[in-house]
């Protein structure tokens, strides 16, 4: 099993955000389900933050049509790794949306404060990208 997480800056603009997004889950949901991919896709502001899991080459391939993609820029991979198990065993592609200030409870401000960090939009770090993401696996594995 291989796991990409990703952050990217979306390009779609807030009126048509609802539209957009709906468009982006449809193909997701289609195409994950035939490449046996799952995963978590958040939109925080306008930051995306999604991992996508399964098959190596599948998961590869899907990242690729990704970064080409020209609703988002700035696509940075922050983790990729292999593993045993899916973290999204039920969730072809899990969407949420959550505002920086909810992203900082997922988290934990604690946390957050500990890490010297401030301000979550200015300094959206990558350790931040998957952090959040690991805190949607403990609420999947409820
Ligand atoms: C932020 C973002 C996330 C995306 N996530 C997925 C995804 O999980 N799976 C997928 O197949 N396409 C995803 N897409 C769409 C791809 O970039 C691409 O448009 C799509 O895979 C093309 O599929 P089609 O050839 O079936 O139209 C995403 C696009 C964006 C901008």
Partial sequence: MYQIIYK?????PESESENQIRGILETSLSN????GITGLFLLIENRFVQM??????????CMARIEKDSRHKDVKVVLKRTTESRTFPDWSMYFYKLNGDEALQKIGVEKLESLGISNWQDHFKDNLAVM???????????
Avoid at 32 to 35: C, G, H, L, R
């Fill in 8 to 12: 990217s800056e979306s390009l779609i």
């Fill in 32 to 35: 994950n389900q035939k490449d």
């Fill in 52 to 61: 996508l899991e399964g098959e190596e080459s599948a998961v590869l391939a």
């Fill in 132 to 142: 959040l993401v690991e805190s949607f696996a403990r609420l999947a594995s409820h």
